[in-house]
């Protein structure tokens, strides 16, 4: 694209889309181990990392991003949810599947790609279920 996809908002403005259409691919990781987790969720949604954690009997923190391109292959504002390094355990927004379409980061901020909900789960074989923090 000609506009940036760095953010779930700039995706969202450069496709025209809703942003809680824009699957955002943010990358945990567990504390004491260093093991990576990524999260799938909402650009509408803040990801309630306790929740999460909890979900997964892991305490969790946003990785460092030097740590997630090694890791994953790419930078953060446009990792995608597929095709990192290594695989990463990958959890989704089920908020996400009450959209036909959705888009993620297709590994630069300025690439994305259309999907649906269903091959969003096939391709990452990622755990649904409730990331979202409560206002």
């Known amino acids: 694209m000609s ?14 889309c809703a942003v809680a259409q824009i699957a ?12 990576l987790i990524l999260v799938v ?30 890791k994953t292959g790419f930078a953060i504002g446009g990792i995608p949810p597929v095709a990192h390094s290594k695989p990463l355990p990958t959890i989704l927004d089920r908020d996400l599947r009450q959209y036909e379409i959705i888009w993620a980061a297709a590994g630069t901020p300025h690439a994305v790609f259309q999907l649906t909900p269903d091959s969003l789960g096939s391709l990452t074989g990622g755990e649904w279920m409730d990331v979202r923090e409560e206002k």
């Open 3 to 16: 506009t940036s996809t760095r953010t779930a908002q700039e995706a969202a403005d450069s496709i025209g």
């Open 24 to 35: 955002k691919s943010l990358v945990f990781e567990e504390k004491g181990t260093g093991r």
């Open 41 to 70: 969720a909402s650009g509408a949604n803040r990801v309630d990392v306790r929740k999460v954690g909890a979900a997964m009997g892991r305490s969790l923190r946003q990785a460092k991003g030097d740590m997630v391109k090694e």
